[in-house]
């Protein structure tokens, strides 16, 4: 059964910085792509970032190009995001998902999600 | 960025209606869409991939079908556990875009 549990969410000041974590497990975790997928409290789901099999690609929304880093671990099957400088308006839910299709960018399996509160 | 623009936003319905959800590229996407379901408190399902593809285990009433820029989602007869936020998202271009949800509420 394939699995992916976010962990690292939790209350930061402003300007302050988080590491959230993706633990993945029930696939082979080095041949997919995987995004992280975040949504402000009762707001809609907006990209955030992806990372290749290999690590190789990263791709990032304009917004947070430069703030946040997106990063695996094949062998520990393991998706990381680092998150700098954070502002009120990252305060989100954030999801790690699975692209199962890389044409049609297809996130066939998510987690269920840490919060990450950013207030002072 | 492509913008993808559901309708309606919300709707009600009983149980057994026919619902149907669109959502409108700002620009061509080919069939570079997809659709989700969000429960409050769940993780988001994958339903729909390139535009009328059900995945694998998603109920046969669940379809979904593109005519140029616009795509529908249609529940044929919307059942207890369907009420539910459904989201499109193209695949087409990075930023990978969403829409804005519909929520389905029992009427």
């Known amino acids: 059964e394939v699995q992916l549990m976010e962990s690292g969410g939790g209350l930061v000041k402003p300007g302050g910085s988080l590491r959230l974590s993706c633990a993945a497990s029930?696939?082979?975790?080095?041949?997919?792509?995987v995004t992280w997928v975040r949504q402000a409290p009762g707001k809609g789901l907006e990209w955030v970032s992806s990372?290749?099999?290999?690590?190789?690609?990263?791709y990032y929304a304009d917004s947070l190009r430069g703030r946040f880093t997106i990063s695996r671990d094949n062998a520990r099957n393991a998706l990381f995001l680092q998150m700098n400088s954070l502002r009120s308006e990252d305060t989100a839910l954030y999801f790690c998902?699975?692209?199962?299709?890389?044409?049609?960018?297809?996130?066939?399996?998510w987690g269920q999600g840490t919060l990450v509160t950013v207030s002072s | 960025d492509i913008q993808m623009t559901q309708s309606p936003s919300a709707l009600s319905a009983s149980v057994g209606d026919r619902v149907t959800i669109t959502c409108r590229a700002s620009q061509y996407i080919s069939s570079y869409l997809n659709w989700y379901q969000e429960k409050p408190g769940k993780a988001p399902q994958l339903l729909i991939f390139?535009?009328?593809s059900v995945h694998s285990g998603v109920p046969s009433r669940f379809s979904g079908s593109a005519s140029g820029t616009e795509f529908t989602l249609t529940i044929s007869s919307v059942q207890p556990e369907d009420f539910a936020t459904y989201y499109c998202q193209q695949g087409y271009s990075t930023p990978w875009t969403f829409g804005q949800g519909t929520k389905v509420e029992m009427k």
């Open positions: 998902a699975r692209v199962g299709d890389l044409v049609a960018q297809t996130y066939d399996y």
């Open positions: 390139a535009a009328s």
């Open positions: 029930g696939f082979t975790f080095s041949n997919y792509t």
């Open positions: 990372i290749s099999s290999g690590g190789t690609y990263m």
